[in-house]
């Protein structure tokens, strides 16, 4: 059981393209979602937490005009980088978390975003 | 505020020895600890978790971690290491209800 997956598991795109990361939650309803941020040879870094049908919280230094979260539904969260640019190429990884879960946090597989 | 740190960023242990990680945190209230482990390229696998019941915490893969008050800390350790244990692992705090705060992280290579 909690299961999440995340879609595409990589993807390259162009300079000034925008580019959606999804994250599901397979087998359980998701209340709370996060969206991290790992550089090579780095630790995590939180970028926002959304909850289900309310704007994403986003963490000091990321651009919400960006970084797009909408988290529609109780199993699906998207992540959308806008205009994205090399240094937005990174590995992003989702997680999701249930109100019946207690304080554990269910994580993806990531996605590795290369920006030519 | 809460904070990780992880003595250590490279790890090396023979295949057979112990396997010792190193986490301490710093919490205002009595923390949720969690040793995460990440494969390359892959996302993070939970190996056991702290959530104020026994403070001795067995995990997956044979690991184990001691949540020590009076010291801060919530050390990984697993008595025997194998070659597929070689990964990096992340320690983690959370408050309930808060984020979770990750560590730098520590690379385990396993010598054969």
């Known amino acids: 059981g909690a299961v999440v997956s995340q879609h595409p598991s990589r993807v390259i795109c162009k300079s000034g393209t925008s580019v959606k990361i999804e994250c599901r939650s397979l087998d359980f309803q998701a209340t709370t979602m996060f969206w991290y941020r790992q550089f090579p040879k780095k630790s995590l870094m939180l970028m926002a937490t959304s909850n289900e049908g309310s704007k994403a919280t986003y963490e000091q230094g990321v651009e919400k005009d960006k970084f797009l979260i909408n988290h529609a539904s109780l199993t699906l969260s998207t992540l959308t980088v806008t205009s994205a640019h090399p240094e937005d190429s990174s590995f992003y990884i989702c997680?999701?978390?249930?109100?019946?879960?207690?304080?554990?946090?269910?994580f993806g597989p990531g996605t590795r975003l290369t920006v030519t | 505020a809460q904070s990780v740190t992880q003595l250590g960023s490279h790890v090396s242990v023979s295949e057979g020895a112990l396997v010792l990680l190193r986490c301490n945190y710093s919490s205002s209230v009595p923390p949720y600890l969690f040793w995460y482990v990440q494969y390359p390229n892959q996302g993070l696998q939970l190996l056991l978790k702290y959530t104020s019941a026994a403070t001795l915490v067995k995990g997956i893969n044979g690991f184990e971690a001691e949540f020590k008050k009076s010291e801060t800390s919530f050390h990984l350790t697993k008595p025997s290491a194998h070659m597929s244990d070689a990964a990096e692992y992340f320690c983690a705090v959370t408050e309930y209800g808060n984020k979770l705060v990750f560590g730098a992280g520590t690379i385990l290579r396993v010598k054969s």
């Open positions: 997680s999701a978390s249930s109100s019946g879960g207690g304080v554990e946090q269910y």
